[in-house]
């Protein structure tokens, strides 16, 4: 997720290593007193540094704003990244077969790609030589970059905000205001709730605007389809989010969510909502472009997805003052006996980021540029913007004016304007409600302010679930256990096992089968699940799943050595 930033002073101090002491894990930690807070990027003649990112930036500015432009002017650096089209393990593993590579890399969860094929170098010396920032960015958790117990290398530096407090849930079923308004604020708990209020609504509202009114759209475009259509199936089950894993927390016994009988039912419900035309029918053959309009015309009563898919088209209803399109998030499970676990924690886990490859021509330089990402300057350019311009200080606090306030809320081009936020993800970031010397938080992010920025239509539907923020409706961190092995997801099978053969074939089997279950006719469905459930098996998922077991048993390890 993007950040937002301010900028201090730069002080340069030519030839002078600076150092820093390490701060702990307190989600409340301050910054050091002292030199850590200056840049150590004692080099800023230009330099022209590639990189690879298998994320897309939408708001990427090609260094041409305010923000992008002060860090070229600090730094010397200017970034060239590639942003691939499709799915980037293709281009991953073209990379590696090819064995050419740009200067940094970020290779989300498919890193081990590139680490087997030996691409990224060793930060750790470099960490400890140059990189005081990062050292009290990370504080204790830097030992959890390592890349496992047998290698304690670390090839990347975590992204993802260190010490992040999660004030509003990350993914869950939308459903647009005027619909829980016009009927009355219904109890909405479980996938019938959910699919009640769309076919009452839309029974009433065949169309919207002149065009015919959407009830369910999904989105299933390439690797998206995890965001939309599968992970949704484990999160209504009872599960964390862990990828592709289910993991019993007192067991830690995992096993491939989609052979559990319980997501079964989900994917059956989906089924009878497709045959019922409550699911928009280009859901299986839509482009991500294709349903950020969608959702931007106003015309889709319910998504389920992720914040960040689907935030653009959002603010963009925002900005025409269609407040009641907008969506509000709510805790949908199978059936009351699960409960949704979006606030589980999972400590940090600081398993995708950004690493420098073996074919970079100056490391130094490039890891000095990565520890002036960690540095208070950098962390407050990124999220606060450019003092006088983004924001200003007053009594000795960053302070941000209503109309700036409003641009950052309702302008979908914002970022991209102005440059904040654009350099925080993949980079390294602290955590919204991780403080700095001053005592104010590196983020403008803040309970408070998360409240400010509601409209005022999804203030008073808040209110009438009797919550005043979105966290308020979902269980609450406190029920759940902290997850000792992070997030498994971020837990890479070794690319040239028989683990990593098993899971593309069943990559490809449930990108190909679950559509075709979820639109086929009712009567085949239970048919089409167990073909499903024997192909898994003919895949070799039961011989992953004792793999992964003893890969999750080593992470567990790692992290509380």
């Given at each position: 997720?993007?950040?937002?930033?301010?900028?201090?002073?730069?002080?340069?101090?030519?030839?002078?290593?600076?150092?820093?002491?390490?701060?702990?894990?307190?989600?409340?930690?301050?910054?050091?007193?002292?030199?850590?807070?200056?840049?150590?990027?004692?080099?800023?003649?230009?330099?022209?540094?590639?990189?690879?990112?298998?994320?897309?930036?939408?708001?990427?500015?090609?260094?041409?704003?305010?923000?992008?432009?002060?860090?070229?002017?600090?730094?010397?650096?200017?970034?060239?990244?590639?942003?691939?089209?499709?799915?980037?393990?293709?281009?991953?593993?073209?990379?590696?077969?090819?064995?050419?590579?740009?200067?940094?890399?970020?290779?989300?969860?498919?890193?081990?790609?590139?680490?087997?094929?030996?691409?990224?170098?060793?930060?750790?010396?470099?960490?400890?030589?140059?990189?005081?920032?990062?050292?009290?960015?990370?504080?204790?958790?830097?030992?959890?970059?390592?890349?496992?117990?047998?290698?304690?290398?670390?090839?990347?530096?975590?992204?993802?905000?260190?010490?992040?407090?999660?004030?509003?849930?990350?993914?869950?079923?939308?459903?647009?205001?005027?619909?829980?308004?016009?009927?009355?604020?219904?109890?909405?708990?479980?996938?019938?709730?959910?699919?009640?209020?769309?076919?009452?609504?839309?029974?009433?509202?065949?169309?919207?605007?002149?065009?015919?009114?959407?009830?369910?759209?999904?989105?299933?475009?390439?690797?998206?389809?995890?965001?939309?259509?599968?992970?949704?199936?484990?999160?209504?089950?009872?599960?964390?989010?862990?990828?592709?894993?289910?993991?019993?927390?007192?067991?830690?016994?995992?096993?491939?969510?989609?052979?559990?009988?319980?997501e079964k039912e989900y994917f059956k419900w989906l089924n009878h909502m497709y045959n019922s035309g409550l699911i928009d029918p280009e859901s299986f053959i839509q482009k991500y472009d294709q349903y950020k309009a969608k959702i931007a015309s106003g015309r889709v009563l319910a998504i389920i997805d992720s914040k960040w898919q689907y935030r653009e088209p959002e603010q963009a209803l925002r900005q025409e003052g269609k407040e009641d399109q907008m969506y509000g998030m709510y805790p949908i499970v199978l059936n009351e006996s699960f409960k949704n676990r979006n606030f589980q924690s999972a400590g940090y886990s600081g398993g995708v980021g950004v690493g420098i490859s073996k074919n970079a021509k100056d490391p130094v330089r490039l890891i000095k540029f990565l520890d002036w990402l960690c540095s208070d300057e950098a962390q407050i350019l990124n999220n606060w913007g450019i003092e006088g311009v983004n924001y200003t200080v007053v009594d000795g606090k960053r302070t941000i004016s209503k109309e700036e306030m409003e641009k950052r809320v309702n302008d979908p081009q914002f970022s991209k304007k102005t440059g904040i936020g654009v350099y925080g993800y993949p980079f390294p970031q602290y955590g919204d409600g991780v403080l700095d010397s001053s005592g104010q938080a590196y983020t403008v992010k803040t309970e408070q302010q998360i409240i400010d920025d509601y409209t005022a239509t999804e203030k008073e539907v808040l209110a009438k679930y009797g919550a005043t923020m979105w966290k308020d409706i979902y269980p609450k961190v406190s029920e759940f256990p902290v997850k000792p092995w992070g997030s498994a997801w971020q837990i890479n099978i070794p690319q040239e096992s028989d683990g990593a053969i098993t899971m593309q074939k069943m990559t490809d089997l449930v990108r190909k089968r679950i559509p075709e279950m979820i639109m086929s006719k009712p009567d085949v469905f239970d048919g089409l699940w167990d073909s499903f459930q024997k192909e898994l098996e003919q895949a070799g998922v039961h011989e992953l799943e004792k793999q992964f077991e003893g890969l999750l048993k080593e992470r567990i390890e790692l992290f509380n050595e």
């Open positions: 997720m993007l950040q937002r930033t301010k900028l201090l002073t730069l002080i340069m101090l030519a030839g002078l290593l600076i150092m820093s002491a390490c701060t702990g894990s307190n989600s409340n930690q301050k910054a050091d007193e002292g030199s850590t807070n200056k840049a150590v990027a004692d080099d800023k003649s230009p330099i022209t540094v590639t990189m690879f990112s298998a994320s897309q930036n939408t708001q990427w500015d090609d260094m041409q704003s305010p923000v992008g432009q002060k860090i070229k002017e600090l730094t010397g650096v200017t970034l060239k990244p590639d942003f691939p089209v499709g799915d980037p393990k293709q281009k991953i593993s073209l990379m590696a077969a090819s064995d050419e590579y740009p200067d940094l890399i970020f290779a989300s969860n498919n890193a081990n790609i590139i680490v087997d094929a030996g691409g990224l170098i060793d930060l750790a010396p470099l960490i400890d030589k140059y990189g005081p920032n990062i050292k009290k960015l990370y504080g204790d958790y830097l030992k959890r970059l390592r890349w496992s117990k047998d290698d304690k290398s670390i090839y990347f530096l975590g992204t993802y905000g260190v010490n992040q407090q999660q004030w509003e849930p990350l993914d869950g079923f939308q459903l647009q205001h005027r619909v829980v308004k016009e009927l009355g604020y219904p109890q909405l708990k479980t996938v019938q709730d959910y699919e009640k209020a769309i076919r009452t609504y839309i029974e009433k509202h065949p169309t919207t605007d002149g065009q015919p009114t959407l009830g369910l759209s999904l989105l299933a475009d390439d690797w998206r389809i995890a965001q939309s259509v599968t992970n949704p199936a484990l999160f209504a089950t009872g599960g964390s989010d862990d990828g592709e894993w289910y993991i019993d927390d007192k067991t830690q016994k995992p096993v491939i969510h989609y052979t559990r009988p319980e």
